[in-house]
């Protein structure tokens, strides 16, 4: 249920890890739909890409490897909280290589691997409904071909009437 359930979900998360003094950090991850891997039944992943060169999570993983994701798909008002561990993994380039979202330019430099211990997908009620600018861009798109379309088959009518 879970893997159909993120296949749903947009193409973004909110990670926290924990530091050693038990300090919760979030940090936002986003990418491509599907950026977010479905390992096995217990297990996700996702490549981790150079970015603001902190390296706050990995450097909270490394001290403490208690971590939530919360997932949020505003389009279609749904959230998942998963709880579990996770670990950066940087000496396996075929799995390392497998995690980025089909034509992403970046190049990974690690993957982290989220085990699951837990997670509760939660209602909508306060989740504001939110439409990406691309998705807006493409269904209007959309409609002025179908716009096009139309306008071109009246004037066809109205020539044979």
Known sequence: ML???LGRIG???RHEA????????IQHRGGAAGFLRVIDERTLGFADFRDNRQYVSLGNL???PKAYLFLIDCARRQRIKIWGTARVVEDDPALIERLPPEGYAGTPEQAILFEITAWD???PQHIPQLIAARDVAAALAERD???LVLEAEL???RAMA
């Open 3 to 5: 893997d159909g359930a």
């Open 11 to 13: 193409d973004e998360a």
């Open 18 to 25: 924990g530091r050693a003094d038990g300090q919760p950090y």
């Open 62 to 64: 490394s001290e403490n």
């Open 121 to 123: 997908a939660n209602c």
């Open 145 to 147: 071909r179908r716009i």
């Open 155 to 157: 004037a066809r009518a």
